[in-house]
């Protein structure tokens, strides 16, 4: 959508934008002459929002200072991309920044789950080790095999699920980022999020199972679960 049909959206078509969220939508469309110097001032904006949002995490990023600050910047510079080649899709249904605002929190949480993830993979606490357990549907079925589980998940995540698969299960299961916000995220839908992150769980479990972690469900049990 170029500016000048932006700008008419605007001032006679569909929806009525307010003043300020017009001009963010005029400024920041394809062709305008104030392109760069809007990117600039909502590049500010979302990096502050970013850096708000990490900290607020920080009990569970664990992330402060240069490193902080670095993925503030990071986070910001993708929600800032995908602003520019959105900005034909805003309806108008809240204020730009609100719906701008979206972008960077997701930024964020996705590249909070891939840090967190490369941190502790190496260890889960029990409280993760339960989390990721829990997305997979496995649970061990002697008590004395339990203290196995941290370590066969961090194998099973990292050995068995292919790259795509062990970035969604990650996003959903330790970051809890819901699969309509990857979705968006990622330009696809929900239903190729849940088909990657039911394979994901399949794939752990089975290995789950090869290991003598976990039992195999009896076939006929599968009915009950449609119920």
């Known amino acids: 959508m170029t500016t000048a049909e932006i700008t008419e959206r605007v001032l006679a078509g569909g929806r009525s934008f307010d003043p ?20 600039r001032r909502l590049s ?3 990096v502050k929002i970013a850096r708000s949002e990490i ?10 200072g240069p490193e902080l600050e ?17 900005i034909g899709e805003f309806r108008g249904d809240s204020r730009f920044t609100t719906w701008a605002f979206k972008f960077v929190i997701l930024e964020v949480s996705t590249k909070l789950g891939r840090h967190y993830w ?3 993979r190496a260890h889960l ?9 829990a997305a997979a549907g496995a649970e061990p079925p002697h008590p004395e095999r339990a203290v196995e589980l941290p370590a066969a998940l ?24 819901p699969m309509d916000a990857l979705a968006a995220r990622w330009d696809t839908n929900r239903n190729a999020i849940y088909k990657s992150m039911f394979d994901a769980r ?8 090869a290991n003598g972690l976990m039992e195999s469900r009896v076939p006929h049990g599968t009915a009950t679960d449609h119920r």
């Open 202 to 209: 399949r794939n752990i479990r089975a290995y789950l199972v």
């Open 44 to 46: 500010a904006v979302l």
């Open 118 to 120: 490369r941190d502790h």
């Open 55 to 64: 900290a607020r995490r920080a009990s569970v990023s664990r992330i402060e």
């Open 70 to 86: 670095d993925l503030a910047h990071q986070a910001a510079a993708g929600a800032l991309l995908r602003i520019t080649h959105k």
């Open 125 to 133: 606490d029990q409280d993760e080790a339960g989390r990721v357990r």
């Open 154 to 177: 961090v194998h099973a995540v990292e050995n068995v699920l292919t790259e795509h698969q062990r970035r969604i299960f990650v996003a959903v299961a330790l970051d809890k980022v």
């Open 20 to 39: 300020e969220s017009a001009a963010w939508v005029r400024e920041l469309s394809p062709g305008s002459a104030t392109f760069e110097d809007a990117c």
